[in-house]
């Protein structure tokens, strides 16, 4: 052991670190269907997003460019924690006995301890310049709202943000957390809106979900001149900026010389997922790799891979424009797993699209394989993860044992999107014997889908 | 904003790690007092500190050799967070308006979230070369404990912990992340140890100090021969360890071009502070730089500038052998402040040997004062510091704001040994106005000091 020189990470200097985010659009062999207004059931157009988005923004989320070049402005902040390190697992893969060779892209290096505030940082940076004082979000576990709030700290913003209720009530650090940064948090369902108001009336709301928070943030943005909104995954914009890990990644693995032939990352909003894997995916295409691309979603919130590809709403309430996704329908709301951040009843649009080309597969994961999962990462690797990233964590592993049935050398590359510095009560009821499986039943999950909205077939 | 490229954070090639630790002793112009068998009063030898501590960690303690070489298999695990970014902190300098340019040295990256597994994996690796099977240990906030547990599930060995009462009930996190790395946790003190029950049924005790945690560890490691026991500061090889970080600094600081005016370091027993300052003091030695070298204490423990210089116990129950070093008397129980790994009764002996030569200076500072620094900090620089180095922060902004009155351009490097991610309650206090200031009377002072040892002058 003394004498074995080994490398377990891969840095690049500050200077290798992307000025463009990657827009796979282009490169796509089919546009993806455009968001509709609820009402007139025509494409949305700048006009109607207006409310809610500056419009730079908005442009990114329409751009047909294959690269976006980031701001001066924003790489200066990137450039504090970014580029972001590539881990090789090297005590994983003995632990595991295995002839994989796994690598783990690591984002819980960044201020808020997740790879949220690739995004939140551009947001802000947009809001500000033109002019908005206040951005509303929601947030589930709360990585989403701990990044807004140290963004729009930067820029001397204000930040509201609605945690979703079984989160705000689990990790009450967050909550500090987002407000030590100087950012407002209310629990949702909340009685400071409408949308709150009357979900909240009902009990089985009680514990929340992200559909029912962006009700709420939504409606308060709507409602005025000087405050947008911002969301931390689903539109193509927010996709956009998280590609900044994947270009890393390449660079990363080519100077371990390695190439993957898996990728793996968690999917809730899908962000994180798509961040990691769209350059790939680019490379794929352009028949330069041909990693096998593979998305892990909780066995409560199965959107890939039990959910329906149709359009619907983004939020509980409606407010949004309907989107082509996959989804448990806008007004599932999923078992209050420990991984806030997945309960998520649809997928982003542009990640539904790449699936329903073929681009990608998805396999879910039940949360005590998970933490399983996790906990021998923590004590091989010494990171304890977010329980978002455990999903991939988990599907990671099963692959390596595979590995180990074969002989096969696979080479995984895995999202470590966060840190679980904020998610200790999960370890603690996985430890002491007191995590249950989600109840997933086929029944529930038609039900849900019965509430589609009816978009005429055009 | 756009047009600015300002750098802000120096990082290190893995293979610009330092593979040597640094020890100062042979460099000071007297040798440090010994430490004495209170039996005897005699200086100790290997064979009284054999029951608590592998040979290979006692040599260090005692050597006279400038450079240590760090084990491969140390430098293995080294390399997962090493070489850790030192930060220019260009916000908050703005924010203060100060022509003073700021740096902090970040060690928050480590897999225990500070700068504690530096000492940690090397005291498991030698532990576990000599055979031992577990480690006992204290911690007082947690992270020690956490850096511990860490190291020892690397090691493959167990790990037990005794943590100071009033840091148990405050921060539940510290303790599930210590069970996520495998150890386990008490709450001292206990009625596990003949020593936690004698000191536990004085109600005085009853928030518990480090003083007593480490008699119970220490007691259970020394009456059984395959353990022993871990301390994760004041001991001369802990210290040793943690020179990496200057070691670091100096080239990190040669990087950015600049030379310190100003050091400053937070105190409880010691290890970070001279982890920090001692390559730098060699160079100051050396008539190289003359930076003015400060350790930040707090209020409530000010053992450097409120303490005697003198021969005391390590630990309350009077268990260790004795050490010249600035204590406040080791049955003194500080205040329960935010700061847990504060709360110590002494000084690292080799520190309080430094500061009688007059080759730095000491500075108390109140638990207001540092959360208004602390917060002030992560609005800007967007890193939530532990409660410790906020102390450190809160001097390097008195001192930026004398800078701003001279317009001096001084270079202030300081020491971010840990993020706050398990003391937000600390920071809900500070916001919500719950924080008061340490209660600090001279009179309870001089009552503890009432009862330090007797020892013959020699």
Redesign the interface.
Known sequence: ?????????Y?L??DQMPTAWYNIIPDLPAPPPPPLHPGTMEPVGPEDLAPLFPMALIEQEVSGERYIDI???V??VY???RPTPL?RAH?LEQALGTPARIYYKYEG?S???SHK?NTAVPQAYYNKAEGVKKLTTETGAGQWGTALA?AT??YDMECEVWQVGASYDAKP?RR??I????GQVHRSPSDLTEVGRMLGANPANESGSLGIAISEAVEVAAQNPDVRYALGSVLNHVLLHQTVIGEEALLQLEQAGDTPTLIVGCTGGGSNFAGLSFPFLREKMAGRISPWILAAEPASCPSLTHGTYAYDFGDTAGMTPLMKMHTLGHDFVPDPIHAGGLRYHGMAPLISHVYELGLMDAESVPQTECFAAA?QF???????PAPEPTHAIALAIREALKAKETGEETVILTALCGHG??D??A??DY?NGRMVDEAVSDERFAAALATLPEVPVG
Chains 1, 2 share one sequence.
Request: aromatic letters at 14%.
């Open positions: 052991m003394d004498d074995e020189v080994r490398r377990h990470k840095t200097d500050e701001p001066g402005g790489l200066d450039r504090q924690w881990f005590r290096v201020p808020a301890g505030p140290f700290a930067l650090y500090l957390m407000e030590a940064f100087g906990v923590a004590r091989t690797e010494g990171i304890v510095h904020f200790l009560a370890y603690d430890l």
